[in-house]
């Protein structure tokens, strides 16, 4: 167990906060999804009503540690006031004067946020004299952002070298309900992994296989087990360096006494776009110079019957062309089933498929959507996460 906020003294404290600010923006820089920003509201009021002196930071894209204006957090700060609706003041520089000077001037229960942390080269090398110069800002650390807690970076892991540290809600949320699925699940206990690459998640195959009581498997990465059995994909995406690996594990999961569930037909296209002509195909009757492109309708009634019962499920990975409107179908559809589970737990695993929940308004329906893709995925591998580790034990 990590220390939560909740186990610090934070009263007339500054209290450094990681956050997540990684929001998409228009050209003109105005903020095209809040969500991220919001989902941090809960740790940051927590602290603003307990009297700290929040002091905010956060990375934003990739400005290869280079101080670029069009990576500036200046829009975030000002999200921040209307959510907060107080003024939430924006410093000038990372670590430089301005940083400074508004740390050593905020009031109990007032708020600041810091430039860019990736401004700094150092920040993504871990760089000890910077965290160190991080953490000098402040008293006490917090780290509310999971999606880069798969990151030891200065601001994610670092600074928890030199200040007393916890865990926001946002974090402590993931590790609790994640962590209870993985290590303690009701079951039946459903997986269901998408995308397009066997070898982005081999390592959950491998872990969950030896958790779940069925494993779905959809996307591009089912090609490469139909190849595994022998079957012929057409055109699919197919990685023909892993077909060993799939037959393995089949085995495995046979061995184990899995259900591991692939697409009994498929939606296949000769040309790659959405406007594409289409059919449907059996899985064991991709014809030549075809390419699947998503589960089929019998598909979509398999995924329903194996789901029906499931207690506890976490979904990684689109089982189509999800950005493709015309072969989104089938993770809908996944969405669509998952929001009608009566009394089950489930689990979101970020990304694309979050992106289903949410198109489908089905977010309130499900227990857990995660916020960082990568953190969730290494999550699900059973890896430790840099910026959950370097946090102080309860």
């Known amino acids: 167990m990590k220390k939560s906020v909740e186990d610090l003294e934070v009263a007339g404290k500054r209290v450094l906060v990681r956050c997540d600010f990684n929001v998409p923006q228009d050209e003109d820089g105005n903020i095209t999804d809040d969500r991220r920003i919001r989902e941090a509201l809960k740790t940051i009021k927590y602290l603003l009503e307990h009297k700290a002196r929040v002091i905010l930071c956060s990375h934003l894209g990739r400005p290869k540690g280079e101080v670029n204006p069009k990576y500036s957090l200046k829009p975030v700060a000002k999200r921040l006031s209307e959510l907060l609706n107080m003024e939430v003041k924006m410093a000038d520089d990372v670590i430089g004067e301005s940083a400074h000077s508004l740390a050593s001037s905020l009031q109990d229960g007032e708020a600041m946020l810091i430039e860019n942390v990736r401004y700094d080269a150092r920040e993504e090398k871990n760089d000890p004299e910077f965290s160190k110069e991080l953490a000098s800002l402040a008293e006490l650390y917090v780290n509310d952002a999971f999606g880069t807690a798969h990151r030891a970076h200065s601001s994610t892991a670092g600074v928890a070298d030199y200040l007393p ?63 595994a059995q022998g079957k012929e994909v057409g055109t699919s995406i197919c990685e023909l360096d892993k077909v060993e690996l799939a037959k393995e594990l089949l085995a495995k999961a ?31 009757e991709i014809p030549e110079g075809w390419q ?24 990684n990975g689109p089982v189509g062309v999800f950005e493709f409107d015309n072969f989104a ?16 737990t489930t689990i979101i695993g970020g990304g694309d498929s979050a992106a289903a929940i949410e198109k489908g308004g089905y977010s309130d329906k499900m227990t857990h959507i995660s916020t960082g893709g990568g953190a969730s995925l290494e999550f699900l591998e059973g890896k430790i996460l840099p910026g959950i580790d370097c946090i102080q034990d309860a």
Do not use: C, H
């Open 254 to 284: 046979a061995e184990k006494g899995v259900k591991l569930v692939l697409p009994v037909d498929n939606v296949v296209v000769q040309e790659f776009s959405n406007d594409a002509a289409s059919k449907v195909v059996s899985s064991n």
């Open 329 to 344: 179908k089938g993770t809908n559809e996944v969405a669509k089933i998952l929001s009608e589970l009566d009394g089950a």
């Open 165 to 227: 540290s916890a865990v926001g809600y946002l974090i402590k949320k993931e590790i609790d309900v994640m962590g209870k699925a993985l290590e303690n699940p009701e079951r039946p206990f459903v997986a269901i992994l998408g995308g397009k690459k066997v070898s982005d998640k081999i390592s959950v195959i491998e872990n969950l296989i030896d958790k779940v009581d069925s494993l779905i498997i959809g996307g591009g990465m089912s090609y490469t087990f139909f190849k």
């Open 292 to 315: 699947g492109v998503d589960v089929g309708p019998k598909t979509i009634e398999l995924y329903r019957e194996v789901l029906k019962d499931a207690k506890t499920v976490v979904w």
